[in-house]
Nanobody, 115 residues
Framework: QVRLVESGGGLVQPGGTLRLSCAASGGPSGYYAMGWYRQVPGKQREFVASISTIDSEVYSESIKGRCTISRDKAKNTIYLQMNNLKPEDTAVYYC?????????WGQGTQVTVSS
């Protein structure tokens, strides 16, 4: 069982920055990827970014160039640095841990971009 604890969400003005964190515990060794999805009410959850154990990074087109995902291997924690935030980035952001056989989700953290 993998436990994911997210932090770092909040209210920010357009053009502002936030850094989301997600700490994982209990996961097995081997290949896996951690990342972020986001969801707004009434819409499907959408992929934001991911990073694997071989440090392969993938970004959605909607945030590419504005956000950077990184990983602290010692702390088993990932970060999503979000810059130049836009109102359309407002959503609940969910951390995810995925292996070839399992997927786990965090509880979500709210990001609101508003003036």
């Amino acid at each position: 069982q993998v436990r994911l604890v997210e932090s770092g969400g909040g209210l920010v003005q357009p053009g502002g920055t936030l850094r989301l964190s997600c700490a994982a515990s209990g996961g097995p060794s081997g290949y896996y990827a951690m990342g972020w999805y986001r969801q707004v009410p009434g819409k499907q959850r959408e992929f934001v970014a991911s990073i694997s154990t071989i440090d392969s990074e993938v970004y959605s087109e909607s945030i590419k160039g504005r956000c950077t995902i990184s990983r602290d291997k010692a702390k088993n924690t990932i970060y999503l640095q979000m810059n130049n935030l836009k109102p359309e980035d407002t959503a609940v952001y969910y951390c995810t841990w995925q292996s070839l056989s399992s997927t786990y989700w965090g509880q979500g953290t709210q990001v609101t971009v508003s003036s």
